[in-house]
């Protein structure tokens, strides 16, 4: 089994998120402030992984030092409690291709970086395990360095997070858990998402601008004037007697005595 030792940043990092998380709870109780001991003196953060297959962001660019990836692989290790590593490979645009290549070399997800001009700031491929970020997209408009800099760390982490499981569903069963071979979805009994995920779709559609349409009968959308043309027997003569019901009139009328006198 290997050791790894993170270096203060990452631990000083991890330290502040914490404390940050704390403070920004609703309703938490304070707490006595304790006196931190720096972490030079315990020795620092030590990862000891457990064997077996990995998650990596593989680096396959050259806008963004290799150092970058490392310091966020290291953060994905301390968030997540996964052995998460960072490695370098030859330029390409061909995602896919990276991702296959690393996933054959024994890795269990990846996040590819790649410098495109023409690829999305993500591309997700769930079933497969592998996503990548387009350094080229994150850089349009010419951001300052820090813009840039959270850009990159917030489309790293949705990246990871689609790639190995974290849009799907946690009521199960579900058409959106996780899948990786035709035998695992011919496994799954229900043909469409349950109530978490839908409610996530419409969401995320409201957002975008989509408006909810309104379900009727074609009798109910006669009766409201906005049902289209009848196309069948039975429309048409639900069509005709809406039509004549409306020509007739209430069959019940109310009456509205005279007021008296």
């Keep these: 089994m290997k050791v790894r030792k993170i270096g203060f940043v990452a631990l000083a990092f991890l330290a502040c998120a914490v404390v940050v998380a704390q403070d920004a709870a609703p309703g938490a109780a304070k707490r006595p402030q304790r006196r931190r001991r720096p972490a030079v003196a315990s020795g620092g953060l030590l ?4 064997g077996g297959p990995v998650l990596q962001i593989v680096n396959a660019q050259s806008r963004v030092a290799q150092d970058v990836f490392v310091h966020t692989a290291f953060d994905f290790t301390t968030s997540l409690v996964l052995p998460w590593k960072a490695v370098q490979v030859a330029s390409s645009a061909d995602a896919q291709a990276v991702a296959r290549a690393a996933l054959a ?3 269990a997800g990846v996040v590819v970086v790649v410098d495109s001009p023409s690829l999305p700031a ?12 387009n350094v080229a997209k994150l850089a349009e408009g010419e951001p300052a360095a820090p813009v840039f800099a959270a850009r990159l760390r917030k489309e790293l982490w949705r990246a990871a997070a689609w790639a190995v499981g974290g849009g799907n569903s946690m009521n199960l069963p579900c058409l959106l858990r996780g899948v990786s071979t035709m035998k695992e979805l011919d496994a799954i009994p229900l043909l469409q998402p349950g109530p978490e995920p839908n ?3 419409i969401d995320e559609a409201h957002r975008r601008g989509v408006s909810s349409v309104r379900l009727a009968s074609y009798r109910q959308a006669c009766r409201e ?26 069959s019940n009328p109310i009456t509205i005595p005279p007021p008296k006198k």
């Excluded at 990862?47 to 457990?50: F, M, T």
């Excluded at 993500?122 to 970020?133: R, Y």
């Excluded at 196309?231 to 048409?236: G, I, P």
């Design 105 to 107: 070399g024994g890795a």
């Design 122 to 133: 993500i591309l997700v491929a769930p079933e497969e395990g592998w996503s990548s970020v």
């Design 225 to 250: 004037g906005w049902a289209p043309a009848p196309t069948n027997d039975v429309q048409r003569a639900i069509f005709e007697q809406v039509k004549a019901d409306k020509e007739r009139g209430p």
């Design 199 to 201: 409610n996530k779709i």
């Design 47 to 50: 990862v000891k992984e457990a």
